[in-house]
């Protein structure tokens, strides 16, 4: 907090020339995140296990698999060549595809090629595409809920501190913030699906039906919702207090402009600012951490797709998945940087 | 600069009637106090948080004593009662999960292991994993965050840089992709130790950028403070500075966001072990428990629950001993 002031100052604040600069920088910042990335998750997943004294091409044939044909599976996927040049061929594959071969055996991955599971014997990109609507249909719908419930009992906690509802709203928030959501997942799935048989709780594509996917949604969203609108009302009513002592909220009262308008024009404004920082990392975390709702509600979505390649050992998938979530959060945080410049001047001079 | 940090503020400043009463006792004890009895004096008078230190420390004690409690109260946690489960469903037979005066949370399906037992040797794992986790995260983020606040220049940008990219990371997932990669025998250990040890190590440097970033920033703050100038003024050294002057006003802040951290970790190995890249089986754990239960919840809910009422039991009483903490050692709620 206190390098912000320091950083903001009373000088004037630049126009969209100042919007477009700070925009660049962002980007370029983005970019090159991208790349550390995926140089950190190669190393994971490939220096790793070789320090480790662990064979991917072994693992990726299976235990009793003959020498030659680990050798051969080590050829065409081009695992015994240096690591950077792994690299720049998995770079290179993204924008231009990529053919794998050993001997006679040819594999083409077709452009935006993200590798290729030897396990499974597909190419990761479709396994991708396929899975990512469940997961953004998912982090979407809940966060529209969290967002909506989650800041409206923040607010009205802050403006009616210490009474019966800013008290009863807090618990039950403290509470929310101390459930794991595989349990309050479970508990949901006992009492609305078995125990009262309200709802299905099957997945159905949203291609197939509308109301299907509605009611093997509405439990996910829910529950992940409660989970967030706990912590989004706690930092809502935190900020909102102190946003309320500051000068110019006095100052606006002082003006005798209408509390609806303080509240509303002046206090709001400023409490976005961190509830917009917050969203912009748990949407983008949600787009992979949505792994454990996922689970417990069996979602077709990327959470699981990268589960079940944990549990086979299938690195390819797990590399996929764990770029598009980054590159999620990457482009989460780039939207959230965008509206902060709009929302609030002082961070284009930052 | 990067976009402005999103830190949890302090939320309710004592209201005007807790400040007088503190105001009062101030003009009693004429003597100066020290930040930790203020702090205390606080705590005491915050019944919620006091009811969270005893169970924090009730849970500790128990996952001491786990060993102990378990032979007086009769069960291994590991033995078999396979006659106690129904053939037909593999559920346990009676009502509520098999609870009875020898098994006082039942037992688990298919092979009838005394749940109470389990969660004993459970609150083991999430407390060790939980602490140990903490303490690596704060010594990291502290030296860290120290480093760059007091050096500033390249030395800034660069921790910085690191911090900003492990909290843009989705932190799960590659919690989850790095336990999965290490060898299951390392350093000596094997089996379930490895992942203990792998756990606290992984969830302890994705952890260090929170502490160290607010390390990093009140460090900033104070390194222009008078009191540095007087020191410098008389010839101390930069680590005399930096361990003498700095760190003892930077631990208020290191207590409040470790406070905070626990309850977070111990869901997240919860969250691992649920996910089946925790703790291996026989060792139990909360987390191992609740996924085996996931294939129960309509036929024996109570397997659910228990593991489930435990993990938000712990994770409540950090939270809301950590809440205390942080309002009773708060620096502007005594201005």
Known sequence: MGHRKTSGGPRSCGGPLAVLAYLIRRLFAAAVMLVVIILVVFCIFFLVPKWAGVDIASSFVGKQADPASVAAVREKLGLSDPIFVQVWHF?????????????????????????????????????????F????????????????FGVAAGVLSALKRGSLWDRGAMVIALGGVSLPIYFTGLLSLAIFSYGLGWIDGKYVPLTESFTGWLGGMILPWVTLAFLYAAMYARITRATMLE??????????????LKEQVVISKHAMRSTMTPILTMLGMDLGALIGGAILTETTFSLPGLGQAVLNAIKTQDLPIILGVTLITSLAVLIANLVVDVLYAVIDPRVRLA | MTAPLHEPTAEAAPSAAEEAAVATAGAKAVQGRSLGRIAWERLKRDKLALSGGVIVLLLILVALFAPLIASAYGQDPDAYHESLIDPLFSTPKGSLGGISGEHWLGVEPVNGRDIFARVLYGARISLLVGFLSAIVAVVLGTILGILAGFFGGWVDSVISRVMDGLLAFPQLLFIIALVSVMPNDMLGLTGSSVRVFVMILVIGFFGWPYIGRVVRGQTLSMREREYVEAARSLGAGRFYILFKELLPNLVAPIIVYTTMMIPTNILTEAALSFLGVGVKPPTSSWGQMLSTAIDYYDSDPMYMIVPGVAIFITVLAFNLFGDGVRDALDPKGSR
């Open chain 1, 91 to 131: 770079f290179k594959g993204i924008f231009v595809g990529r053919t794998y071969s050993a001997g006679g055996d040819i594999t083409h991955c077709a452009a935006p090629c993200f590798g290729y599971s030897f396990r499974t014997e597909q190419d990761v990109w479709p396994v991708l595409t396929d899975r």
């Open chain 1, 133 to 148: 609507p469940v997961t953004l249909g998912l982090a979407l719908g809940a966060a529209v809920l969290w967002l909506v």
């Open chain 1, 243 to 256: 946003i309320l002592g500051e000068d110019y909220i006095r100052t606006a009262r002082a003006k005798g």
